[in-house]
Structures are given as C-alpha cells and as structure tokens.
C-alpha cells in the first residue's frame, strides 16, 4: 500500500528495494523557501542495518503490510522479552534490539502493540501514555505557584522526568511515552 511520506511514524514498516524497514524516527522539515521533506531513520529487518532516508512529503513510499495485534508483557529471560496474545494465548519471543530503550517501560501485564512480519516481531508500540510512581524529586516548596517552573524527577522505572512543584515522592503519574515528558498525576 502507497502513503505519502509526511504520514510516515516510529514503528511502521516501509518497502524498499524488495527489503523490509522498520522507522525508528521520522520527522518533517518545512523551510521557507523550497520543497518540505521528510526524515526517516530506519532499521533493515533483515540484518539490523541502520539506514536514513530523505524524501519529499508528497512523494509515495510503500508501507508494507504487517499483522498488527495487541499483546500483553509477561516476562523477559535470555531470549529476549516474551509477549502473549491476549486472545489466543499464544506466546511470541520479542528481540532486545527491538524492544530497545522502551525496556523501562515493559511491566507485568502491560498493553503494547506488535507488529510481526511472517511470525517474527519487527516493531513494537507503547500505550501513549504510561502511570509511573515518582521515587525521588526535590521537596515540596510551601506557597511556590505552580507556574512554568518544573523540577527533575525520577520515576520507579529510571526514567528521569520534568514534574511541576507540588509533586513529592510517592506521587504516581501518568507521562507521555514519546518524549518521556509529565501530562498530569494519576488519578487512581
């Protein structure tokens, strides 16, 4: 199936050249004067090769068709991390490399997207959002508005985060699986 470049995004598999790639980041560039183009960083699913493409926004790349399911985290061993479907129970043994920084996210149970090709994992995709407990941050500062000033934060999984000022230790939080930025504290 053809898509205009400017539509591609993390995790989707691109056709070129008879070989499948996976996109690691893609991003639009509009100059002022000039032809708007897109930048795609992207992993050969064959071997691991990194490669950069550059196109135009309008031009057409093909996106390959692959099964897209939802599954459940269970566990990770030497083989890599093991998801299940939901539905079928069916166990699928996921590589580390593609798994890759979004590790710190993976916990009993959680929700992610696969997308596997032919049987084998080649993407995976977080929830966009993700419920975390602050383990360490600055004390709160008694009669500090909550204006733009934010201060760093460490989560229970590692992740350093940006949090507002009335945000202590022991909080749970939802952030953006993104760009690991604080969207608001966890309602439950």
């Known amino acids: 199936m053809k898509v205009i470049a400017s539509s591609l995004r993390k995790g989707n598999v691109v056709e070129m050249e008879g070989r499948l790639y996976v996109v690691l980041s893609a991003s639009n560039f509009h100059p002022g004067k000039g032809t708007p183009t897109t930048s795609v960083d992207m992993r050969r ?16 790349v093909e996106k390959a068709t692959v099964d897209e399911r939802e599954y459940g985290f269970l566990y990770e061993d030497g083989e890599g991390y093991h998801f299940m479907n939901p539905e079928t129970y069916e166990q699928i043994a996921v590589s580390p490399d593609v798994v890759g920084d979004d590790k710190v996210f993976l916990e009993d149970g959680i929700k992610v997207y696969l997308r596997t090709f032919e049987g084998v994992a080649i993407a995976m995709e977080l929830p966009q959002k993700v419920v975390v ?17 934010y201060k760093p934060a460490i989560c ?13 230790a022991g909080t749970r939080i939802v ?8 969207v608001e504290r966890a309602k439950d």
């Open 45 to 60: 699913i064959s071997d691991g090769v990194k490669v950069s493409e550059r196109w135009r926004t309008t031009e057409m």
């Open 133 to 149: 407990e602050i383990t360490e941050t600055e004390p709160v500062t008694k009669g500090q508005t909550a204006s733009s000033s």
């Open 156 to 168: 229970s999984n590692g992740i350093r985060v940006l949090v507002p000022p009335h945000i202590g």
């Open 175 to 182: 952030i953006n699986t993104e760009d690991y930025s604080y």
